[in-house]
């Protein structure tokens, strides 16, 4: 009775992964079209975000190209303690913090005030028009960008100053004068990236069911009280959802935008710690303080995340995971 037991149970232990296995082969067969669909961005995320975290260990050493990540020596947190110790750190801790609050502030409720509006045309042909106008920005890079910054913006030839003249002001010194850069940022992300933010908020609204406005429309609720009591706690998921993921960028300000902006005048509130960590890493050479640098802006980020996530998962929301 003994033998039998055992080989009842290993045949059963053979069968389940085999039966498993053919199931899963099944799934791959059927829905083999839809895998060849996420492939590229498999793909993607594989080589350019996954493979290179190995390189995040020279953080830990004193990386040297010659001798190689198994070559070099091994220093522990001491590029961390230097960070920390800089009395640059606080600085670019506060220049970081500031253009992305103002970011966050300003711009991630734009994209939904957008969406709404959106949402309000009535003529297809009109709304079309609109959205293409307002996606536009966004498939511009931010070298054009910032060409098209100066020539609006300079003191000595830009058009805005022109027109200020022309009316009797005195000329306003907008790209060289520190008090005013962040709102600069502010306003060029802005412009550049509000239309396009707009799309995951349209496709939400797009399937809120229709007889909620309906019933809203039977109490005597007009347009602004739909888009305040139907249409956004319908998208209230998504909302908080992409806030989660944006905080989890609190610390990427965006290098090229920064860079392309940031000249002498303004560097005491332009360097952030991607222009620090470019600056160190790839004109110095320091590779493993650099990239030290950017941990800490990731472990940030990571942080932050998980935070929201748990706290929006204590409120009852679904959070990102």
Do not use: C
């Not at 670019?92 to 957008?114: C, D, E, G, K, Y």
């Not at 070298?143 to 100053?161: C, D, E, K, R, Y």
Request: aromatic share 16%; net charge positive.
């Amino acid at each position: 009775m003994a033998a039998q037991s055992e080989v009842h149970s290993v045949s059963l232990s053979e069968v389940v992964p085999q039966s498993r296995w053919k199931h899963v082969l099944h799934g791959l067969r059927r829905d083999k079209f839809l895998y060849v669909l996420i492939a590229p961005g498999l793909l993607f995320f594989l080589i350019f975000k996954y493979v290179p975290m190995w390189g995040v260990v020279i953080a830990f050493q004193d990386y040297s190209p010659y001798l190689g990540v198994s070559g070099s020596e091994w220093v522990g947190f001491e590029h961390f303690i230097r960070f920390f110790s800089n009395q640059d750190f606080y600085l670019l801790f506060r220049n970081t913090m500031a253009i992305s609050l103002l970011s966050l502030v300003f711009f991630f409720p734009l994209p939904i005030l957008l969406a709404l509006l959106l949402n309000e045309l009535r003529s297809a042909v009109y709304k079309k028009w609109i959205q293409s106008i307002v996606y536009m920005p966004h498939f511009l890079s931010w070298v054009i960008i910032a060409g098209i910054t100066f020539l609006l913006l300079s003191q000595s030839s830009g058009i805005i100053n022109k027109m200020l003249v022309s009316l009797g002001f005195a000329k306003y010194d907008f790209l060289t004068n520190a008090n005013s850069f962040w709102i600069l940022l502010t306003v060029q992300n802005v412009w550049k990236e509000a239309g396009w933010g707009t799309i995951i908020f349209l496709a939400a609204i797009a399937g809120v069911d229709p007889g909620l406005y309906e019933a809203a429309k039977m109490d005597g609720a007009g347009r602004m009280r739909q888009a305040w009591h139907v249409t956004l706690p319908a998208i209230r998921s998504v909302i908080i959802i992409l806030f989660i993921l944006k905080l989890g960028h609190i610390m990427d300000v965006g290098f090229e935008q920064v860079f392309l902006m940031m000249n002498g005048a303004v560097s005491s509130v332009a360097d952030v710690f991607e222009t620090y960590a470019y600056r160190l890493g790839i004109q110095q050479g320091q590779f493993s303080f650099s990239t030290a640098v950017g941990l800490f802006k990731s472990v940030v980020g990571l942080i932050l995340v998980i935070a929201a996530n748990k706290l929006a998962k204590r409120f009852g929301e679904e959070g990102v995971y």
